[in-house]
């Protein structure tokens, strides 16, 4: 079952205005991590927020973290034409031999255009 | 630079054969994943290995096997594919205590 649903599902925005994506979940979770997927390609890891942080900030990303209300928001500031992809909220658990699991919602498509 | 492989970008299979999909990861990680990405689920975890040798099924595990024989080394086997396993796959692998995973480019698969 998918642990992780991103809204929405599908964004578009023109450059240089911001972005912001949403993830809700369901259970407690170890960490929380976001991905971008280029078209047809792999996913790259953007960001993990762990359980006991509230906000992080990469560059021009900030991801915030809202545990009593199972939910996450992922920020793309100043937009740019190569930030077209899909993102991810991806949910973790963590094992005892220190895996951890992901869970991982079905993603919004972002377009910013030019 | 890390780096996930994974041994061909385009399949084409017919129902009934046998399928292996590779991935090669050089970053010496313990963990390794194999996803299926279908449109509008997400990625779904098929099988994953923290160690060689070493298996646990993910969510998604009937009609797929894997194989880790080699820490560098994990191979998903479809043992007779059929049509519902057309989709991408996609590996993935993390170091112990370490939670981002690191993808490879993906393998779409097509069974006809």
């Known amino acids: 079952s998918q642990q992780g649903e991103e809204d929405p599902q599908a964004l578009s925005i023109q450059e240089g205005e911001n972005a912001t994506m949403n993830c809700s979940y369901k259970?407690?979770?170890?960490?929380l991590q976001w991905y971008r997927q280029n078209s047809g390609r792999g996913l790259v890891h953007l960001i993990l927020i762990r359980s006991n942080e509230r906000e992080k900030h990469s560059g021009r990303l900030r991801v915030t973290l809202d545990t009593s209300k199972k939910s996450s928001s992922l920020l793309i500031t100043a937009s740019r034409a190569a930030d077209t992809a899909s993102y991810f909220c991806a949910t973790a658990f963590l094992f005892s031999g220190g895996y951890n699991k992901l869970i991982f919602g079905a993603g919004t498509r972002l377009a910013v255009h030019p | 630079d890390v780096k996930v492989t994974q041994s061909s970008r385009y399949l084409v299979k017919r129902t009934g054969e046998k399928v292996f999909l590779e991935c090669v990861q050089d970053m010496d990680h313990e963990n390794m994943f194999w996803y299926r990405q279908d449109p509008g689920l997400g990625l779904r975890l098929i099988y994953f290995s923290y160690d060689v040798k070493m298996k646990e099924k993910g969510d998604i595990p009937e009609g797929y096997s894997v194989s880790r024989e080699k820490k560098e080394r994990f191979s998903l086997i479809l043992e007779s594919a059929s049509t519902n396993q057309t989709s991408m796959y996609l590996c993935a692998s993390s170091g112990t205590h370490r939670y981002e995973q690191y993808f490879g480019p993906g393998t779409r698969l097509t069974v006809t």
């Open positions: 259970t407690s979770i170890n960490n």
